[in-house]
């Protein structure tokens, strides 16, 4: 019996069925599952999830022509929309709920080890650096893009492979005690926190809160399992100075993994670990090396040599929209960061704008970081400010950042969002200009991008720019 067999999906489920499934042996047994009809695949379990702008209830029949054998719900007057589909259809008391019982269900049938990874920055690109170093030599799964919360992790799971020898859980929170609740069905067999910084303090209300939020994922961690921290934040260290088995990384010298000698290469960035092994990795931003410090302790947990680990971080890739470039017409570089923000990440790609090799003005289009609660005014004054004085160029968007530039320091602001936004600002740019879009995701300023590739046009080589990158690249600036 396969674990998505009718009887273990009642039994998991807590669920009835409204229209069995057919008794034939021959019949396919579900495998996986989906959230979402445009990307559903033939065999999978449909869960109709609703929220406050959709309803899956209304896609179901949809699921079940894209072949989906079983739509699970908890509306049972969404059944007479199938009735003329093969589709079984399984009722429980809450979609979401029961996707969770499920997976934390699944989970347990594991033989792969389930590496779960919080923290307030870095969690995504951390945890495509793992999968970078492991693909290459195990079979196993990641979540995908910013799959962290009630919905994504149970997704993760159940749409990991028997044969799987790691699963890869990205672990979000912005309340007290998400993260508490994804570990119970994930379990994870390793954790990684990998920083603390001042992020959705509107819904956990301080730093300490988020501490003790980040750490609750090693609460969940077996006594055989092993903890990797960030070794540069005492108080984080202090609140989980009892996880079992703890490897630390970080800048001090202390840590189990000391970061140490990071320079810019021409296709990214080299570091070196315990002033010993030199690792290359091709991202930008020289906080990525950061970054690739726990998946290099997960390598080392793995069985994987140094060789091995170096060879995987080579061939890692940034996801998308966090720092990844784009060059258009007229010798514009585009650094594209525009996928979520808070003041230390705001930090990282300022940085990163500052230190790439600019033959004109470097421009930072910043827009507000959201969830910041009482801190926020303060914490956008103090982003201009440090702006101000990392970039030449600033061109501010939203209410908050235009509210906290009271000395005028940006070139231009606009404070609402209209449909003449992208135009406006695409006017603002000037041929050779290298420019940053960093904003939280409700912001959603990769909505800029076609207004400067109407304006600009598509890249042309030239030979001038790579040898402006060449030269760089071997003065080290």
Same mark, same amino acid.
């Given at each position: 019996?396969?674990?998505?067999? =009718?009887?273990?999906?009642?039994?998991?489920?807590?669920?009835?069925?409204?229209?069995?499934?057919?008794?034939?042996?021959?019949?396919?047994?579900?495998?996986?599952?989906?959230?979402?009809?445009?990307?559903?695949?033939?065999?999978?379990?449909?869960?109709?999830?609703?929220?406050?702008?959709?309803?899956?209830?209304? *896609?179901?029949?949809?699921?079940?022509?894209?072949?989906?054998?079983?739509?699970?719900?908890?509306?049972?007057?969404?059944?007479?929309?199938?009735?003329?589909?093969?589709?079984?259809?399984?009722?429980?008391?809450?979609?979401?709920?029961?996707?969770?019982?499920?997976?934390?269900? *699944?989970?347990?049938?594991?033989?792969?080890?389930?590496?779960?990874?919080?923290?307030?920055?870095?969690?995504?690109?951390?945890?495509?650096?793992?999968?970078?170093?492991?693909?290459?030599?195990?079979?196993?799964?990641?979540?995908?893009?910013?799959?962290?919360?009630?919905?994504?992790?149970?997704?993760?799971?159940?749409?990991?492979?028997?044969?799987?020898?790691?699963?890869?859980?990205?672990?979000?929170?912005?309340?007290?005690?998400?993260?508490?609740?994804?570990?119970?069905i994930a379990q994870p067999d390793m954790a990684i926190i990998?920083?603390?910084?001042?992020?959705?303090?509107?819904?956990?209300?301080?730093?300490?809160?988020?501490?003790?939020?980040?750490?609750?994922?090693?609460?969940?961690?077996?006594?055989?399992?092993?903890?990797?921290?960030?070794?540069?934040?005492?108080?984080?260290?202090?609140?989980?100075?009892?996880? =079992?088995?703890?490897?630390?990384?970080?800048?001090?010298?202390?840590?189990?993994?000391?970061?140490?000698?990071?320079?810019?290469?021409?296709?990214?960035?080299?570091?070196?670990?315990?002033?010993?092994?030199?690792?290359?990795? =091709?991202?930008?931003?020289?906080?990525?090396?950061?970054?690739?410090?726990?998946?290099?302790?997960?390598?080392?947990?793995?069985?994987?040599?140094? /060789?091995?680990?170096?060879?995987?971080?080579?061939?890692?890739?940034?996801?998308?929209?966090?720092?990844?470039?784009?060059?258009?017409?007229?010798?514009?570089?585009?650094?594209?960061?525009? *996928?979520?923000?808070?003041?230390?990440?705001?930090?990282?790609?300022?940085?990163?704008?500052?230190?790439?090799?600019?033959?004109?003005?470097?421009?930072?289009?910043?827009g507000d970081m959201l969830e910041l609660g009482d801190t926020?005014?303060?914490?956008?004054?103090?982003?201009?400010?440090?702006?101000?004085?990392?970039?030449?160029?600033?061109?501010?968007?939203?209410?908050?950042?235009?509210?906290?530039?009271?000395?005028?320091?940006?070139?231009?602001?606009?404070?609402?969002?209209?449909?003449?936004?992208?135009?406006?600002?695409?006017?603002?740019?000037? =041929?050779?200009?290298?420019?940053?879009?960093?904003?939280?995701?409700?912001?959603?300023?990769?909505?800029?991008?076609?207004?400067?590739?109407?304006?600009?046009?598509?890249?042309?080589?030239?030979? /001038?720019?790579?040898?402006?990158?060449?030269?760089?690249?071997?003065?080290?600036?």
């Amino acid at each position: 019996m396969t674990f998505f067999s =009718p009887q273990s999906l009642l039994r998991h489920t807590g669920g009835r069925f409204l229209r069995r499934p057919a008794d034939d042996a021959d019949a396919p047994t579900p495998e996986g599952v989906s959230t979402d009809t445009r990307t559903i695949q033939r065999g999978q379990i449909f869960f109709a999830l609703r929220g406050e702008n959709f309803n899956g209830h209304d *896609y179901l029949q949809t699921a079940a022509r894209a072949g989906s054998p079983l739509l699970v719900i908890d509306q049972p007057d969404a059944l007479e929309s199938v009735n003329d589909t093969p589709a079984s259809v399984l009722l429980v008391d809450d979609v979401l709920k029961a996707m969770g019982r499920l997976a934390a269900a *699944y989970r347990q049938t594991f033989a792969a080890r389930v590496i779960g990874v919080t923290g307030s920055v870095g969690k995504t690109t951390t945890k495509q650096i793992i999968h970078a170093v492991l693909a290459p030599h195990f079979r196993g799964s990641v979540s995908p893009k910013s799959f962290n919360n009630a919905i994504g992790v149970p997704w993760t799971l159940l749409n990991a492979k028997p044969t799987d020898a790691y699963v890869v859980v990205e672990i979000g929170t912005n309340a007290p005690g998400e993260i508490a609740a994804l570990a119970r069905i994930a379990q994870p067999d390793m954790a990684i926190i990998t920083a603390i910084a001042c992020a959705h303090l509107e819904g956990l209300g301080d730093v300490g809160a988020i501490i003790r939020e980040k750490a609750s994922l090693f609460d969940h961690v077996p006594q055989d399992g092993v903890c990797i921290v960030n070794g540069d934040h005492n108080t984080l260290l202090d609140c989980v100075e009892h996880a =079992p088995n703890l490897v630390t990384f970080g800048r001090f010298p202390d840590s189990d993994l000391t970061l140490s000698d990071v320079q810019r290469v021409e296709k990214g960035i080299a570091f070196q670990v315990n002033d010993q092994r030199t690792f290359k990795l =091709p991202m930008l931003g020289a906080h990525n090396a950061f970054n690739a410090l726990p998946a290099i302790a997960v390598g080392r947990q793995m069985g994987l040599n140094d /060789r091995q680990i170096a060879a995987g971080l080579a061939k890692a890739q940034s996801p998308p929209m966090r720092l990844t470039l784009q060059h258009l017409g007229k010798g514009v570089t585009l650094i594209n960061d525009a *996928y979520n923000a808070n003041p230390e990440s705001m930090t990282g790609a300022l940085l990163t704008l500052r230190d790439y090799p600019a033959p004109a003005r470097r421009v930072a289009i910043l827009g507000d970081m959201l969830e910041l609660g009482d801190t926020s005014a303060d914490l956008h004054l103090q982003l201009i400010e440090e702006a101000e004085y990392l970039v030449s160029t600033i061109i501010l968007i939203g209410p908050r950042m235009a509210a906290a530039d009271s000395r005028g320091a940006a070139a231009h602001t606009i404070d609402n969002w209209s449909d003449q936004t992208p135009d406006r600002v695409a006017a603002w740019l000037r =041929p050779r200009d290298t420019v940053l879009l960093k904003a939280s995701r409700g912001m959603k300023l990769e909505r800029l991008i076609p207004a400067f590739e109407k304006r600009f046009g598509p890249a042309k080589r030239h030979r /001038r720019v790579f040898s402006l990158l060449s030269s760089w690249y071997k003065s080290g600036r």
